[in-house]
């Protein structure tokens, strides 16, 4: 497994060895031991989700106040545009923001550790979301930011001429300088 740490301390591109010959093609997507050695740390996974969205589908930004979740995300069918935005005050990227293509194809997962909002826009026709998460969903933890916050000035894909599709929770985050953060 090859890890990239990205802009924003913690955030890490992974990237498996892929073994392909006539038959097909075989990889490891998780592995504990090489995935501790890759993040520097130990995480402890406590769920498993899944998800499908159609095109131009956009969820988050989420994150947990009080009981954060960690997230190793990957693609199993379809792609996406993946973003992490850090939330932690006293960071010096605090409001920084990552983006990275994750395709069924290109295999790539992303580790979002504590701490950080994640979000996702479907760009093909539909896409197959896989996430392990380090705590359980909590409803009353639970906050979103508005993926279009200016203060964030995240640069999603267009996709078509169409603005994306969301959820009414999505539709009510509320901006950054107006959520709860996190304190480290």
Known sequence: MKATSLALEGVFLLEPQIF????????????????????????????DNESYSAQRVLRGLHYQIGKPQGKLVRVVNGSV????????????????WVGELLSAENKKQLWIPEGFAHGFLAISEGAQFQYKV??????????????????LAIEWPSIQSKGPILSEKDLDGVSLQDTDTFEG
């Open 20 to 47: 392909s010959d006539d038959r097909g093609s075989f990889f490891e997507s998780f592995n504990a031991d090489r995935f501790s050695d890759a993040i520097g740390r130990e995480v402890r996974f406590v769920q």
């Open 81 to 96: 545009f993946d973003v992490a935005v850090d939330l932690r005050r006293t960071s010096p990227t605090f409001g920084g």
């Open 134 to 151: 380090t705590d359980y969903w909590s409803k009353e933890h639970e906050r979103c930011i508005r993926y279009d916050d200016p203060t």
